[in-house]
């Protein structure tokens, strides 16, 4: 693959391959020997992912710009690049126009992204925190009881079958799930196992 990209590429007078890396190490290495304008990178890397070694060849070259192409279009390896300071991302089944026409907007120092993707990924990145965030707070909130009682909530138990399970009385499966509804803001049982999930703390 590495050897038919390389030839694709010098047919275009303006684009010179200075040389070629399989691992993270090797690219940052040669990145760091040979300077170039800019590295293309591929996602998934033996040692590694291209992030990582995006993150290192940036902070060594800051003028250097990373381009990516991968086979991985899913938008999770496509935040990443770009946190890692790429300027944009490639599919594998672009052509070769499409691919040439990257590379020389990225190492004139564009970037690649339309704002609509971007938007939506930053969007995506925000859910994601907030999530962790409400999953963390909860965690420290419920007691370890309390964690038990919402995991047979979610698995249909009624308060009988908790307290049998877990050997407990009734009342005092009462009193949990009334803690567990207060502390995740929830009005029914229902309710409160699905702002569970929501928040990561049960599997469904």
């Known amino acids: 693959m ?9 047919e275009y007078p303006d684009i010179n391959v200075l040389g070629v890396a399989t691992t993270v190490a ?3 290495a040669k990145a760091s020997l040979l300077k170039p304008d800019l590295v293309l990178m591929d996602y998934r890397l033996p040692d590694g992912d291209g992030a990582q070694a995006s993150e290192r060849i940036r902070a060594l070259l800051p003028d250097t710009a990373v381009l990516f192409l991968s086979a991985d279009p ?7 690049a770009v946190e890692a300071g790429a300027s944009g991302y490639v599919s594998k089944g672009a052509s070769a126009e499409e691919l040439v026409s990257s590379i020389r907007k990225a190492a004139d120092g564009e970037f690649l992204l339309e704002a609509a993707t971007m938007g939506r990924l930053l969007e995506q990145r925000r859910q994601s925190q ?13 007691t370890g009881r309390e964690r038990d009682v919402l995991r ?12 049998e399970e877990l050997g407990i009385g009734y009342g005092t499966v009462r009193g949990h799930v009334r803690g567990v509804l207060e ?9 409160a196992v699905a ?10």
């Open 2 to 10: 590495f050897e038919g990209l390389s030839s694709l590429l010098a």
């Open 183 to 191: 502390k995740l803001g929830a009005h029914t049982r229902l309710h």
């Open 26 to 28: 090797d690219a940052i």
């Open 74 to 80: 899913s938008e999770s390896a496509i935040m990443r």
């Open 130 to 142: 907030q999530r962790a965030t409400e999953e963390k707070r909860l965690k420290v909130d419920l």
């Open 152 to 163: 047979l909530l979610a698995r249909g138990m009624d308060n009988f079958e908790i307290a």
């Open 195 to 204: 702002e569970a999930r929501k928040a990561g703390l049960v599997e469904g």
